[in-house]
Nanobody, 112 residues
Framework: QVQLVESGGDLVQPGGSLRLSCAASGSIFSLKTMGWYRQAPGKQRELVARIGSGGDIVYADSAKGRFTISRDNAKNMVYLQINNLQTEDTAVYYC??????WGQGTQVTVSS
């Protein structure tokens, strides 16, 4: 059974940075496409970024430039670095593993 555990969410001021982490277990991690999604209050869950087993990366248009996804197959970890956080980045961020496994989410709040 796949288990995904996110961490790193916090309350930060606009312009700050965060690094979200996701620890995965229960699958052959190195063979799996991983990703980060987010869901803001009152909105649908949306893709932020995905990273394939070979390191190929897809970013949502809204994530290009400030978000960086990476993975460490030796540690079964996937990361999301977010720079220059803006109030519209406030959301619950979810770790995802292909095809349909989800973590519980970590809250990111951007506010002054």
């Amino acid at each position: 059974q796949v288990q995904l555990v996110e961490s790193g969410g916090d309350l930060v001021q606009p312009g700050g940075s965060l690094r979200l982490s996701c620890a995965a277990s229960g699958s052959i991690f190195s063979l799996k496409t991983m990703g980060w999604y987010r869901q803001a209050p009152g909105k649908q869950r949306e893709l932020v970024a995905r990273i394939g087993s070979g390191g190929d990366i897809v970013y949502a248009d809204s994530a290009k430039g400030r978000f960086t996804i990476s993975r460490d197959n030796a540690k079964n970890m996937v990361y999301l670095q977010i720079n220059n956080l803006q109030t519209e980045d406030t959301a619950v961020y979810y770790c995802w593993q292909f095809p349909n496994s989800w973590g519980q989410g970590t809250q990111v709040t951007v506010s002054s």
